[in-house]
DNA sequence: TTCTAAAGATCAGCCGGCTGACTAATTCGG
DNA sequence: CCGAATTAGTCAGCCGGCTGATCTTTAGAA
């Protein structure tokens, strides 16, 4: 395995880190996809597309998270009276207590790592280059 | 973006890497999975338990991943005479000269990182500490 | 020897990425 | 002011992870 190219370590150590979570998530209801959104709803409402910006991932994608979302009672959306075609999204109370628990245990069970902010740092200079103008949003 | 847990930073940067890829790789009629088999079947016949484990996979993922493959040509399963569950998998000419095309520009397309073998190191860590037991095998 | 447990492979069904195609609403140019 | 282009959202369908259940075959124990 230490033969393998970097890229395939990287999408092997992400599969078996969301693994590891999805015990955790799932017993307070949640998915990795989901725990996202409440978290980049936490600043406030928002639109889907604004959120699949965020979150880096395809406005269909999104959708379908946002969905799943609304069926568990986490966030709600209303239409946005000054453009129809809007659907804003928003945190509801249940969604906000359930992204506090989830959040506190989120940093706990990544593994330890020696340089974590040197890992921190590669990942995010891969995010920037690899993004290739698809996400010109840099926040 | 720079607040997020390394969890997330670490999925995002393995997806927005593999879409990269996948315009490489969907041209010469491969997937991501698809060339880690033959990547793994280059070594020589193996059976889809074997792969699954060495991929870090479960058997039922690997077992669609191979039949995709097979569909394409790029490898053949032929029932095994002395334990008749077992198929065994094992590369084409086709599925030789596609491996040799994709391994070639499997290393260009990765995005330039500062302390490649730091990062290497990391991703191994993760992936040994955060498979809990569950593929026992090192190698 | 027979009968049960384990192993290899698959099926069904879920989630979360993606693309392509579509509708409804808004914006903008002539 | 009207029609074309753009934008927000969704639907359909694919791939690749996963779990749980099932089937056939092999291995092992009584």
Redesign the interface.
Not at 5 to 21: D, I, K, N, Q, Y
């Given at each position: 395995?230490?033969d393998w190219?970097?890229?395939?370590?990287?999408?092997?150590?992400?599969?078996?880190?969301?693994?590891?979570?999805l015990e955790a998530l799932t017993a307070l209801g949640l998915s990795?996809a989901g725990l996202?959104v409440l978290h980049l709803v936490d600043g406030g409402p928002a639109t889907q597309v604004e959120l699949a910006g965020l979150a880096?991932v395809e406005a269909q994608t999104m959708s379908r998270t946002i969905e799943r979302l609304e069926r568990e009672g986490f966030i709600e959306r209303h239409p946005d009276a000054a453009d129809r075609r809007r659907r804003v999204v928003e945190r509801t109370a249940s969604g906000a207590a359930v992204f506090a628990r989830a959040r506190s245990i989120?940093?706990e069970?990544?593994?330890?790592?020696?340089?974590?902010p040197?890992?921190?740092?590669?990942?995010?200079?891969?995010?920037g280059?690899?993004?290739?103008g698809?996400w010109a949003d840099?926040?």
């Open positions: 395995m230490r190219p970097t890229g395939r370590l990287l999408s092997t150590a992400s599969r078996l880190v969301e693994h590891a979570w990795h996202i880096r989120e940093a069970l990544f593994p330890e790592v020696d340089d974590l040197g890992l921190r740092d590669a990942l995010l200079d891969i995010i280059s690899s993004g290739g698809r840099g926040r």
